[in-house]
């Protein structure tokens, strides 16, 4: 076969290998875009650099809990598993007063509680901001109890004005 | 492979044992802690095997059904629309008919009971403010259409509503014959004058009724209408021959509402 070079392609032989232009076209327009498109993910990483967000600090000094002797100011479970587990703990009462009328829970002490967000849970953790608040905030989480459900901390606002 | 006849005999009678004997064990190992973590009903909870109510209406002036309305209103948090504790809460007029939040309120006889008045009537039906709620049927049309059983009916008959799982598709309130639902196109809380702590409101969104008042029934306590009603209201088990609600059956002729359209209402009124 003939030929005229030592590069071969589908084509044919050639003398030298082709060259594609390396070249960007629209350098500018592109690279600027890019460069716009990084700053606008980036953004809130900058705008909160250097800033730090304070660790939730959930506050258990609530009047109703320091007016309880020392040994009795315990949760309806260990602190661990409602650390861990309060959301699951809630859905359960939720269903089980609402769907089985089961208004009372028994803890794993045996001991009887009344399973109500608004009417015993709160009751102690009257103060939402500084409990609730403290984490959910934290890890950017909306429970949505809060549009039927009482927070007391109102009450106890009003009270206090009362007062 | 197989077993020999010893070897099962002692196998059986020794898981025989085991099963007998380990509830026993597991108490004295951790007391408690089998039954633990269980929901029980509260132990004052008033209990039937089919809740009714009776509306006696040679007792009820309209005195006392407003009396009974306000305590209904009062204990559940029902917003009145027309209302507003806000000025910018404030709607029109026929917006006030139409977001109107209805549990316990009044009609007149030939709304109550259509079908039922003729030309000639008692003169006395035509003035009588007859107190409605929901019926708590036996047969909840509201309960069959529910597409998230948000409504159910438990089985000591009361209708009852899941806010947790209601949607707003209000199929119920197109189900129910008796208009005993309300939609709550607004936030409710604007239009609570006084508010009862012990008990939520409702969200925008989501479809309300009377709940025969499960949440003080529980408590061992009659519903709140019925407390303040003079004795015109009677509350109480169907399924109780010795109950007051069977006595006052007994004792009076009872009309129900609609009855024909096969929902088997359950709540009676004496005229």
Known sequence: MEHNGNYKNEFGWFADKPTVPRKLFHAKAVVGGLLIFLILVTAPLWRNLGKVVPAPDPKLNTQAILALPEKDRVCVEDTAFMKANHMRLLVDWRDEVVRNGNRDYINSKGKRYLASLSNNCMECHSNKSQFCDQCHNYVAVAPNCWGCHWEKEKKQVAQTEAK | ?271
């Open chain 2, 1 to 271: 492979m197989s077993i020999k006849r010893r070897e099962f005999l002692r196998l059986a009678g020794l898981s025989t044992l085991l099963g007998l004997g380990g509830k026993a064990a597991f108490e004295l190992i951790a007391p408690g802690q089998l039954d633990a973590q269980t929901y029980a009903p509260e132990s004052h909870a008033l209990k039937a095997k089919r809740w009714a109510m009776v509306v006696d209406m040679r007792k009820l002036d309209e005195k006392t059904a407003a009396q009974c309305i306000q305590a209904c209103h009062l204990a559940h948090n029902v917003p009145d629309i027309a209302k507003p504790t806000t000025p910018a809460a404030a709607v029109s007029p026929e917006d006030q008919v139409r977001f109107r939040i209805k549990w316990l309120w009044t009609e007149d006889y030939h709304n109550a009971f259509p079908g039922e008045e003729h030309e000639h009537i008692q003169e006395k039906l035509h003035h009588l403010k007859f107190l409605v709620l929901c019926n708590h049927c036996d047969n909840p049309p509201c309960v069959r259409v529910c597409p998230t059983k948000a409504t159910f009916r438990r089985p000591d008959g009361m209708v009852m509503m899941d806010m947790h799982r209601c949607i707003g598709c209000r199929y119920c309130m197109a189900a129910c014959p008796f208009g005993a639902r309300s939609f709550n196109w607004r936030d409710p809380r604007p239009y609570i004058k006084e508010v009862n702590l012990n008990y939520p409101t409702r969200e925008i969104g989501v479809v309300e009724k009377c709940t025969f008042c499960d949440e003080r029934v529980s408590k061992g306590q009659m519903p709140a209408c019925v407390e303040v009603s003079n004795g015109a209201l009677t509350f109480g088990d169907l399924g109780d021959p010795k109950s007051k609600v069977r006595e006052v059956l007994r004792a009076n002729f009872t009309i129900r509402r609609k009855a024909h359209l096969g929902t088997l209402p359950q709540v009676y009124y004496i005229v």
